[in-house]
């Protein structure tokens, strides 16, 4: 059977990213419309291969080096799985990986590309999909009928779940041949700040709408009562109320927490980019059109100053 669908295992170092198994998840979907297998690429062949038993295909980038990411070299590499595998559909996250190579690597091939998607289907021969404008402001449903496409996925939109399987996938070795001259020097993780908001199984997080870092402490105490971190909007952290760590949304994390309890944020496209997919979204702001209701399971426009200490009492503050 051939490959109609390639995933790109965005692994730079350590474990597979949660946005590889949510594309393979996705993957799966799409290479069964198109009567087709799903392959996965991955950088190197030191990883753990039980985790991509999504895939039917595990093709291995022999000579690039997961912890060695250095853009022209990659795109050497991925461009190898593509001309060996010929899919009809290759599918990046919108991550650092995928905003480097999917355009280079879909003018190379003469496809089309959707990028910040959060949505794709097949109807006959076009591939549908939906791809976010102007922060999420917009969305745009694009049909794409290249003989090959490529789509670069905004993390967060598919569930990972859905990609986790521990099947047996064959394994083809793709040699790149002569590769750019790049170096990549070092790889720098982000900051966590001691904090990993991405990690919690829940989060109190607060917005401008509290109006002076003088009364964080308010909402500081309720996350410690609870026992789960302080997160935030953007302002808190522009204004230097919070560390850089603790951002929620498009510049900042993106969090999946069981519970995420916001306090006067209004809900902007940006934020919600970055909080959208918490399994209960419970929010307090004072104005009832504010756009995070649209979003929200449940919510209240009692004013944060009175609810807030109230719940950290509640919950043994
Ligand atoms: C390229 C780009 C990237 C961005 N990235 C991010 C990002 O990663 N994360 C992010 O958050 N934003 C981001 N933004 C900014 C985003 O557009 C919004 O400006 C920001 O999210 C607004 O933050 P906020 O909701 O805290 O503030 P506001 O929009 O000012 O909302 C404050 C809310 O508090 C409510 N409120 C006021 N007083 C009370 C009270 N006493 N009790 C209850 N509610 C009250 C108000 O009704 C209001 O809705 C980005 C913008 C751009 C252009």
New binding site residues.
């Given amino acids: 059977m051939a490959i109609s669908v390639l995933v790109l295992s965005e692994r730079i170092a350590g474990e597979h990213p949660e946005a590889t198994f949510e594309l393979l998840g996705k993957g799966s979907k799409l290479a069964k419309q198109l009567g087709g297998e799903l392959a996965v690429a991955v950088a190197g062949t030191d990883y753990p291969v039980q985790e991509l038993g999504g895939a039917d295909v595990i093709l291995e980038l022999a000579g690039l080096e997961a912890g060695a990411y250095a853009a022209p070299i990659w795109e050497a590499g991925v461009a190898a799985a593509i001309a060996a595998s010929s899919p009809r559909v290759v599918l990046m996250s919108t991550g650092t990986v995928g905003l480097d190579l999917g355009g280079s690597l879909a003018t190379r091939f003469g496809g089309q590309l959707a990028s910040y998607v959060i949505d794709l289907d097949v109807d006959g021969e076009e591939i549908l999909a939906t791809a976010q404008l102007y ?1 999420g402001k917009m969305l745009a449903e694009v049909a794409l009928d290249s003989f090959i496409c490529f789509a670069t996925v905004i993390p967060g939109s598919f569930p990972a779940d859905d990609g986790r399987s521990t099947g047996s996938p064959r394994v083809e070795r793709i040699e790149v041949g002569e590769k750019p001259k790049a170096v990549a020097m070092a790889i720098r993780e982000p900051e966590t700040g001691g904090v990993d908001i991405t990690a919690a199984p829940m989060l109190v997080s ?6 002076s870092s003088d009364n964080l402490e308010l909402v500081q105490e309720l996350a410690d009562a609870l026992k789960v971190p302080l997160s ?6 522009d204004s230097g109320w919070l560390p850089k760590p603790h ?6 994390k993106k969090v999946k927490p069981s519970i995420y309890l916001s ?9 919600l ?2 909080m959208r997919n918490a399994e209960m979204i419970i929010a ?4 009832p059109g ?1 756009p ?1 209701f649209e979003v929200a399971h449940f919510g209240t ?5 009175d ?1 807030v200490p109230e719940l950290t009492e509640r919950f043994g503050g």
């Fill in positions: 922060g607060v917005g401008r709408g509290i109006g935030a909007s953007r302002p808190v952290i951002q929620v949304g498009k510049s900042g306090f006067g944020i209004s809900g902007a496209p940006e934020h980019e970055g307090c702001n004072t104005d504010a995070i426009t009692v004013d944060l100053f609810l």
